[in-house]
């Protein structure tokens, strides 16, 4: 299902109850820019991307105890916003 920016705004219940069922597509000006979904659906994409994580790890060398660290994780465990790094780069340029 997609559906202009504007009516979700009006319309949310309804769409958010559609999520439910399919995911809705959230289109501004013209272009698709966020899709909402349910816990479930949302939750079930995160388990497949563990788990293919998991696999590049094995595939890697690595164990699956070892940790994988992003630098968006990192920057999370931190407390680092994006607001932090373009404010460092605005001293250090």
Do not use: Q
Not at 2 to 10: D, L, Q, S
Not at 22 to 30: D, L, Q, S
Not at 56 to 66: C, D, N, Y
Request: no cysteine; proline share 1%.
């Amino acid at each position: 299902m997609k559906v202009a920016a504007t009516e979700i705004k009006n319309r949310f219940a309804k769409y958010l109850d559609a999520s439910f069922t399919e995911p809705v597509t959230i289109k501004r000006t013209g272009r698709e820019v966020a899709v909402l979904v349910s816990i479930a659906e949302f939750n079930r994409l995160k388990e497949i991307e563990f788990k293919y994580k998991d696999t590049l790890l094995s595939e890697a060398g690595l164990k699956k105890t070892e940790k994988y660290i992003s630098l968006r994780g990192m920057m999370n465990d931190s407390k680092i916003t994006d607001k932090d790094l373009k404010e460092a780069k605005e001293i250090w340029t």
